[in-house]
């Protein structure tokens, strides 16, 4: 599992930059306060008209129509319940032949607070997001959901 | 809910540097090791001198000196616990009209962790703040504090 | 404990750039992935040769050989869970003298998902790296962890 000092060194030759550190961050912030206010249809358009989202389960949803019903399917879980998704160590890297191809890997935690204020939080997930930038805009084209899995010891 | 493409595009318009963003994300580190430090003077002093902060429940302080009364009648809460605020999902936005104005939104988790190592939580929030330059330096003019409430389903 | 206006612009004279903000999140992104994993030798690779991590409990590891020794040993308590390094509020301050030297103060919440996806919490801490660039790449040279506290009320 240890990479080569060179794959290190190859890993820091595409440092992300500043700026779009910040572009990255910011996106995801909207794209949570969409679906945490579950806005079902807003979160599907921050997706490509044939983005894809990969269930930890391994369920795949294809394109805005069928993420829009298997969310709206899910709905009854989050009643009586505010849902807030927690991403921490992004990890960039902009696409060696394509500038506006982005891919993310990032840590998720998920809490539910009820209406008496306990919270309670689903099982950790690490996410690979390929994103595209079109008319300067960042989209999700494509969404892996990994349940976080015991290591072996 | 859903926001028009065209609202997006103006979003995406007053983009936030890199340099702002770890500018806005330092000032909240900064200001957050004082408050979970419960050096209640170092906290009011990241406010200007008429900041006011309006807590989920309603309640208004306005200025420093009814911030810090407000907080050291709430000490006791904090006896025997480390607290500590995490942040995530920043959305930053620079006034139109006034560089040095800044508008933040932001999600909050808060811990309490008791001499035993024991984490609790509390409720989480969402908190709109509105940070002003002044000498090179920022500070939080107004604070708004809302309660995570289930959405609609 | 209230700093002086003079000492708050003299932290905020050395301000952290976008694109190092960026490099040290990315850097410790990488990192928690390696520990995260359980992948020690690629761990104590993220370290200086002379690296070493003062644990709150105040032993001192010094050296990759004796870091990975130790958490070696430490493995049987991650069997059957999914350890996740969460960090928040970097403070970054590039030496004065040596800009290939970099001081970093952040928070740490570590979660336990086990098989069933139960998350539990390990107390909160708070951490001071040291961090140096050799030939471009970070490495820690020094990390010193403070298990929070409750402070004095």
Not at 34 to 56: P, S
Request: a negative charge; one cysteine or more.
């Amino acid at each position: 599992m240890t990479e080569t000092v060179a794959e290190v060194a190859g890993a820091a030759g595409s440092r992300v930059t500043g700026d779009l550190y910040a572009e990255v961050q910011t996106f995801y912030a909207r794209q949570m306060r969409r679906v945490d206010a579950l806005d079902i249809e807003g979160f599907a358009d921050t997706f490509t008209e044939d983005g894809c989202v990969v269930h930890a389960g391994g369920q795949r949803q294809s394109g805005r129509a069928e993420m829009v019903a298997g969310m709206r399917a899910n709905l009854p879980r989050y009643r009586g319940v505010a849902v807030r998704h927690w991403f921490d160590h992004l990890i960039i890297d902009v696409d060696a032949d394509d500038p506006d191809t982005v891919r993310v890997s990032y840590y998720t935690l998920v809490t539910l607070t009820d209406a008496e204020g306990k919270v309670s939080f689903q099982p950790t997930f690490t996410v690979e997001d390929e994103l595209v930038r079109r008319d300067g805009r960042l989209l999700t084209r494509e969404r892996v959901i990994h349940r976080d899995e015991p290591a072996a010891v």
